[in-house]
């Protein structure tokens, strides 16, 4: 009976003891004054951004790396690039040695220049003074055949005669020489592939045989005429060769009059045509000894060397500075959050504390597997912003998954998560000097702040609870 009596009591006692300690608890205030709580740090709920991002690394590209070369091959003559040179569009880039393609230029000048006067002696109205000059022939011949049918042997005929003899051989000469110079010519332009075609645009044989003949056919004649004046006594032996005289002055000058039929101006404009696209073609091989820029940029490599001759390969590189981009492996893990059109930050080692800005462009449709890790392959267009980029550089490229912007935000660190009810709290100041434990909704976190949606507002004062300390995550 005694022992169950002293059982009861101290059950009572306990009890007791239990209501005692709650209401204690029960009692005791939310707020905990500052002086008797000790704070390790305070902050205030700010306004801000936060963004979810996907880290990788990879060197930058310029956008176009180009290749240069020279369509044609040849010797170089001068460079007034070095390599690192910044160079606008169109800028002279390296030379060529050129003097046989301007002399090729200079050739099919002076061919055009003749096909224009062959064309305009067809065309144009005759000169007055070339008409006088033909009426002049026509009238000396004239004179010629009356002299001929009024009168014998006369030494000063002969002596007209004499000269027309020298005159004829002379014109005979000077076309046996101009073919001369034209077969030279031909032979010349016909041992480069590239000046062959400007060959075509040269008289033929059959032309030239045409003009000779034509020439032999006057000195004969003239000849003729001075032997016939050699040997005429007082009769009129030498009347024939005086009416051909007359006859060919005055077609001559009627041909000068009417101008040339249909089929020569065609002809002759057939072969101005021919000349100028020789000379058109000679003009664009002089500029292919010429290279430029082809846009504005760097020259990244030059593989020339005055007095050497072109290269196979590429005579030189650019680069297009304006533009960059960087393929980064993005692993198997994040690459759904990445989509294209998301905005991206890039820092270089190159470029301590600049941050230039890019957008991906481009996401791989397959991955690739080293080992055990799958990455796929993510391009960032670079937007240089007036940095000095180089190609190579390496850079971090944090791609923007996520963002909210002008929203409530604390340090990770500050906030306690209760993982029994999923909920999450602050220390806030209150305005007695104590700090309350004030429930909050979370929005987006990331690796340093959390979105702040209710239970304080901006300015608010929070800390972190010495004596809570243990309970909080790592601090970051």
Known sequence: ??????????????????????????????????GSVPVDETAVVERGNIALTVSATGPIRARQNVALSFPIAGTVKSIPVTEGDHVLKGQTIAILDTQDLLDAVLIAQSRVLNQQIALRRLTDKPRAIDVKAAEAALTLAKAQLYEAQHSGYDPLQVKIDQLNVESAKNQLWQTELQRDIDNNIKTYLQKDPRTAPQAASLPT??????????????????????????????????????????????????NLLKGGS????????????????????????????TLVAPFDGVVARLNLRVGEHTPAGPAAIMLDTRSFYVDVPVDEADISKVAVGQSANLTLDGLPGVVVNG????????????????????????????????SSMSATTRI??????????????FIRLDRATSKAYLDVLQPDGGYKEVEV?????????????????????????????????PSR
């Open 441 to 473: 909704t979370l929005g987006l976190r990331n690796d340093t702040y959390t979105e702040v949606k209710s239970g304080v507002k901006e300015g608010d004062t929070i800390a972190i609870l010495e004596n809570q300390n243990a309970l909080r995550p």
């Open 400 to 413: 923007i998954t996520s963002e909210v912007t002008d929203v409530l935000r604390v340090r990770n660190r």
């Open 1 to 34: 009976m005694y022992k169950r009596l002293r059982n009861l009591i101290l059950l009572a006692a306990v009890v007791i003891v239990v209501v005692a300690v709650v209401a204690t608890r029960l009692n005791v205030p939310s707020a905990r004054a500052e």
């Open 262 to 289: 249909a089929e020569e101006v065609a002809q002759a404009q057939a072969q101005l045509e021919a000349a100028e696209a020789a000379l058109k073609a000679a003009k664009a091989n002089l500029a292919k000894a």
């Open 359 to 390: 957008k991906v462009t481009r996401i791989a449709d397959s991955g690739t597997k080293r080992g055990d890790v799958v990455s796929y392959t993510v391009r960032v267009e670079i937007d240089p912003a007036g940095q000095p980029l180089l």
């Open 205 to 254: 044989d059959n032309q030239h045989n045409a003009g000779i003949v034509q020439k032999d056919y006057t000195v004969k004649v003239a000849q003729a005429q001075l032997d016939d004046s050699k040997s005429r006594t007082n009769d009129i032996a030498g009347v024939g060769s005086a009416q051909a005289a007359v006859t060919a002055a005055q077609v001559d000058l009627d």
